[in-house]
């Protein structure tokens, strides 16, 4: 069997003591475990509401500000890596969110295994690893193959919301999501920042330093309304 490419490289990175601890302790209560099945966001939130996808929460500074903002709506975050989960753990209980739960795997196989057909309300992708050398190209998430399986994903009227400040992966995530059937652009060309997004960080310093960040709105088209000449 040939191993997929992935988007991320697992390193040994470092983790802090209390984001071990967060791991130890808090991920029974807010941690989902990587199943091959559909998860059924009912028995998870205890409640049904809108679901949102975060793709790559990193830290969790977004997505705990943003589910905090929002109780209304649930929020599965996905991450792959150690520390960043354990960090948005401690977020998730200091602020008690119950809104908020978390997953620490590959969120192309959450994807395609943990959720359900037309379920998301919506799927954020903020900041993906750019992979700026040419011969890692392959390994950006935006990719023709990873947004059909995310526009399934969306219910119809959901919303695919990237953000980068890399201007070349800004151009190609125009490209690849205009030529999906199954989306729509919500903006003429790239979007402005949609309230709900916080300005992070990073961000600050990255606009500071002259980086221009692109946010893109793309939404799942009503069933039927695919674009005709990709049905022919
Ligand atoms: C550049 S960081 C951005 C983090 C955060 N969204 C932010 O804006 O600060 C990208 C994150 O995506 C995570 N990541 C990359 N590929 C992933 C995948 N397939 N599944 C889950 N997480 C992934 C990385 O571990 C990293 O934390």
Not at 48 to 77: C, H, K, N, W, Y
Not at 148 to 164: D, E, N, Q, S, V
């Amino acid at each position: 069997m040939t191993r997929p490419i992935r988007s991320y490289v697992l390193r040994q990175g470092r983790i802090s003591p209390a984001q071990r601890r967060a791991l130890d302790e808090l991920h029974e209560r807010y941690g989902i475990e990587f199943r091959d099945a559909v998860l059924d966001p009912e028995a998870v939130y205890g409640r049904r509401a809108p679901l949102v996808l975060e793709i790559g929460s990193g830290m969790g500074e977004t997505t705990a500000a943003i589910a905090a903002a929002q109780p209304d709506t649930d929020f599965l975050a996905v991450e792959v890596h150690a520390p960043g989960v354990g960090s948005l753990l401690r977020r998730i209980d200091s602020l008690g969110l119950s809104n908020l739960r978390v997953v620490r795997h590959d969120a192309v196989e959450v994807l395609a295994r943990m959720i359900g057909d037309a379920s998301l309300a919506a799927i954020h992708l903020f900041f993906p690893d750019p992979w700026p050398k040419k011969r890692h190209h392959k390994r950006r998430l935006v990719r023709p193959e990873f947004v059909t399986l995310a526009a399934r994903k969306l219910a119809p009227a959901g919303i695919l919301h990237a953000a980068t400040d890399w201007p070349e992966y800004a151009e190609q995530m125009l490209a690849v999501l205009s030529a999906e059937p199954l989306l729509e652009n919500a903006a003429r060309g790239y979007a402005a920042r949609p309230a709900h997004r916080p300005l992070t960080k990073f961000e600050h310093r990255g606009l500071a330093l002259g980086h221009p960040v692109r946010d893109l709105v793309f939404r799942r088209r009503a069933l039927g309304q695919e674009k005709t000449e990709d049905l022919v």
